[in-house]
């Protein structure tokens, strides 16, 4: 089973930054998208930013300027740098990579990390 290990969530002010790191537990060959999720209490979950094989990267609306997603292939690591964070980015944060296993479509979730903008 493929597993995900995120880290470096925690409690950060408003304007400081922050950067989490999602990494494997084994080496998968066919990933095709890797990307950050969050859901905060009473929300659906969202899309924060997403990175695709080919260097395709999209950020939700309200992160774009502030959040950077990148990653690291050799480490089969994706992170998530989190520059002026606000109040409501407050939420558990979830990592997610798609890939192709078998030649079938499968994902793996992350087991979150509770990230909390507060002064």
């Known amino acids: 089973q493929v597993q995900l290990v995120e880290s470096g969530g925690g409690l950060v002010q408003p304007g400081g930054s922050l950067r989490l790191s999602c990494a494997t537990s084994?080496?998968?060959?066919?990933?095709?998208?890797m990307g950050w999720y969050r859901q905060a209490p009473g929300k659906e979950r969202e899309l924060v930013a997403s990175?695709?094989?080919?260097?395709?990267?999209n950020y939700a609306d309200s992160v774009k300027g502030r959040f950077t997603i990148s990653t690291d292939n050799a480490k089969n690591t994706v992170y998530l740098q989190m520059n002026s964070p606000k109040p409501e980015d407050t939420a558990v944060y979830y990592c997610n990579v798609g890939y192709w296993r078998r030649g079938v479509r499968s994902e793996t979730w992350g087991q979150g990390t509770q990230v909390t903008v507060s002064s």
């Open positions: 990175i695709t094989s080919g260097g395709n990267i």
């Open positions: 084994r080496s998968i060959l066919s990933i095709y998208v």
